[in-house]
């Protein structure tokens, strides 16, 4: 959490020194949308459920249309799966999002492609504890709680557009998961076993919706 407290302080600090230097070229700015989760598995068919997102950026000019979007994300995603009583159990997957992205400006302070990296922090899935000893749909040996403790850092590419005015722009976004979010699962030989000695392996889709306002 002190990491997370220093890097937005960081954050915050680039920004204002920017905005202070470079008003008509560099702009703050503050987030908040919806998202979409989906988890893409060969054993798993999870649903895609609603979740939030929201948070700090900085836009400013890079070299001719080019501009650079450094920014830091917190969001609370969910997607279910089904016991084997076809219950849909939920998983909320928690992240702090850090990224820095190419920007290409279609028309000038209205209309933007955007595409690059993100590095994902994120905790252990989380699930209520009504669900956490109920038996998973898709393998019928585990239940919901064996299958929280994640990966805990990963890796997303960005693809996105935003549009709208000099101060107030909508975002659409899409992030996929370059790593295996699963793959820590794997570290335990009793969890494979009850997989049916199967590696687990899933890769997320993250769309997400914001406004963004502009300082």
């Keep these: 959490m002190k990491k997370i407290i220093v890097l937005l302080t960081v954050l915050i600090s680039i920004s204002s020194i920017a905005q202070y230097g470079y008003r008509d070229n560099n702009r703050i700015g503050i987030s908040g949308g919806i998202t979409q989760l989906s988890l893409f598995s060969n054993q798993f068919n999870a649903s895609p459920q609603a979740g939030w997102i929201a948070g700090l ?46 920007s290409y400006m279609v028309v000038e302070n209205h209309l933007t492609l955007e595409i690059g990296p993100v590095l994902q922090v994120n905790s252990k899935l989380k699930i209520d504890g009504k669900d ?26 960005y693809a996105g557009v935003t549009a709208g005015l000099k101060r107030v722009r909508l975002h659409f976004s899409y992030q996929y998961g370059l790593n295996n979010i699963m793959n820590n699962l794997n570290k335990k030989d009793e969890l494979v076993l009850l997989n049916g000695n199967k590696k687990f392996k899933g890769n997320i889709g993250l769309i997400s919706g914001m406004i963004t306002f502009y300082l």
Excluded: C
Excluded at 65 to 86: E, R
């Design 57 to 102: 950026s900085l836009r400013g000019n890079y070299y001719n249309n080019w501009q650079a979007v450094f920014g830091m994300h917190f969001t609370d995603s969910n997607f279910s799966l089904q016991s084997v009583t076809n219950e849909d159990i939920n998983f909320k997957l928690s992240a702090v999002q850090i990224y820095l992205v190419a």
């Design 132 to 157: 956490e000893y109920k038996f998973l749909k898709d393998s019928p040996l585990l239940t919901a709680n064996d299958i929280v403790d994640i990966t805990k850092i990963n890796g997303n590419l």
